[in-house]
């Protein structure tokens, strides 16, 4: 599957974005899809997961504050952020790997993105 990821931005804190995640061919609903994130020197680390069915999980510095959803039909995934701090500031990757389960380590994943910056000024 190829992914294509878009919606970064520069963004005051306190304010939203909405990262979206298209995944090419007919087995998108076979695929949990995650978002992960860098910043420079640091190594990629997980933010969010979604399995076929709905299931999700966010790394604690994020609840309450990002979701991540799924339309199946549209073969995307979302990530929607909210109250954003300038600490979320990094290189958000979308990511798939087909399962059953929700996946949330970085090497349990085959298939990535490219990465779409955001920028959250204080």
């Known amino acids: 599957v190829q992914l294509q990821a878009s919606g970064g931005g520069l963004v005051q804190a306190g304010g939203s974005l909405r990262l979206s995640c298209v995944a090419s061919g007919r087995t998108f609903s076979m695929y949990v899809m995650g978002w992960f994130r860098q910043t420079p020197g640091k190594e990629r680390g997980f933010v969010a997961a979604?399995?076929?069915?709905?299931?999700?999980a966010h790394t604690d510095s994020v609840k309450g504050r990002f979701a991540i959803f799924r339309d199946n039909a549209k073969n995307t995934a979302y990530l929607q952020m909210n109250s954003l701090k300038p600490e979320d500031t990094a290189v958000y990757y979308c990511?798939?790997?087909?399962?059953?389960?929700?996946?949330?380590?970085?090497?349990?994943?085959?298939?990535w993105g490219q990465g779409t910056l955001v920028t959250v000024s204080s």
């Open positions: 990511a798939a790997v087909v399962s059953r389960r929700l996946r949330v380590g970085l090497s349990e994943y085959d298939n």
């Open positions: 979604i399995s076929w069915n709905g299931d999700s």
